[in-house]
């Protein structure tokens, strides 16, 4: 029953993601009496998620230090910078500029092993960057978001560092020590049990702190469309950048599928809590907007990687007979 019920919230994904950003919205009142649930909802979620790693993952960085290294400057250097550009340009508000900013250096989603493993990717290498990635977010995002506030909003860093190490370091290390202690045995029989109630945590983060965005949704005017739009156009060409830098810095179209949605998904649930919890309400409208189209366009681009597979792969095959 429980995998049946996985299976289901997995397919619908993208309709129930808007759908319990609407019912946040509409029963704001609800939502503001239930903020103190997200950080719990959220270290579940984590430990769900942390359960199918294993310390091997860590060690991988030996094997594919570039690969690694260039995946977390992608993730927390090139992509808030082109979100800084992007939202510095087209909105005078820098309330909107710190929410695009958050939207994009939060760690890679874990939710990108589904695509990595559907498009034929490399999931070990996969495992390893979300690892490292999520072990570095304490360290990484306090520093990104120091840079994009500035001296505007006073931000106490040291708790949110600590907040990160309670939402996702020790959640992660524990799941991972589990993991290793029972070989693997637990993400087997407990990892199925908790993927729906991990997916239901998620439903109820969006539903629960969409409230506190409700004033600004309930007014449909030209920033509203446009927050929506470039917070499209960030995420889709998240994709499209990365598949571009994949293909000219590796040869392997594994390694190019495994950076493309390494780099295109991003574990917004945390950015949503970190931008609800210490800027004004409208920081956190582009980062809850990044949730909306997310798994959709992960669909739409492993599509995009399989024409681009088929086209590389019949290039390899046909040099060798020109050139005999």
């Not at 495992?127 to 931000?155: K, N, Q, R």
């Not at 708790?159 to 990160?164: E, G």
């Not at 309670?166 to 589990?178: A, F, Y």
Request: charged share 10%.
């Amino acid at each position: 029953m429980l995998d049946n019920l996985n299976k289901w919230l997995q397919k619908w994904l993208p309709i129930l993601t808007p759908l319990s950003l609407v019912l946040g919205v509409l029963f704001q009142n609800i939502g503001v009496h239930l903020l103190f649930l997200v950080s719990w909802l959220f270290v579940f979620m984590t430990f769900s998620s942390s359960l199918s790693m294993n310390v091997k993952d860590a060690k991988s960085f030996s094997k594919h230090p570039l690969i690694i290294l260039c995946s977390i400057a992608f993730l927390h250097i090139l992509m808030p910078f082109w979100a800084y550009f992007l939202s510095t340009i087209i909105f005078d508000d820098h309330l909107l500029t710190i929410g695009f900013v958050i939207s994009v250096a939060v760690p890679t989603g874990v939710t990108s092993v589904i695509w990595v493993n559907i498009c034929r990717g490399k999931l070990p290498l996969c495992l390893s960057i979300i690892l490292i990635d999520t072990l570095l977010s304490p360290l990484l995002m306090p520093i990104l978001l120091h840079i994009a506030v500035g001296e505007s909003i006073t931000i106490h860093t040291s708790t949110l560092i600590l907040d990160l190490l309670w939402m996702i370091v020790l959640p992660t290390v524990i799941g991972v020590l589990l993991n290793e202690f029972t070989k693997g045995n637990i993400q087997a029989t407990l990892g199925p049990k908790l993927a729906p109630f991990s997916k239901l945590c998620l439903f109820g983060v969006v539903m629960i702190n969409s409230s506190a965005i409700a004033p600004y949704l309930k007014q449909i005017n030209w920033e509203l469309v446009g927050v929506i739009l470039l917070v499209l156009f960030i995420a889709a060409s998240g994709y499209a950048i990365a598949l571009i830098i994949g293909h000219l810095l590796w040869k392997d179209t594994r390694i190019v599928t495994t950076f493309v949605f390494i780099g295109g998904m991003r574990n917004i649930a945390i950015g949503v809590i970190v931008a609800t919890t210490y800027f004004p309400a409208k920081v956190a409208m582009p980062v809850v907007f990044g949730m909306l189209f997310q798994q959709v366009l992960a669909s739409l681009y492993s599509k995009v990687i399989e024409k681009y597979r088929m086209k590389y792969e019949a290039r390899s095959i046909i040099k060798p007979i020109i050139r005999r």
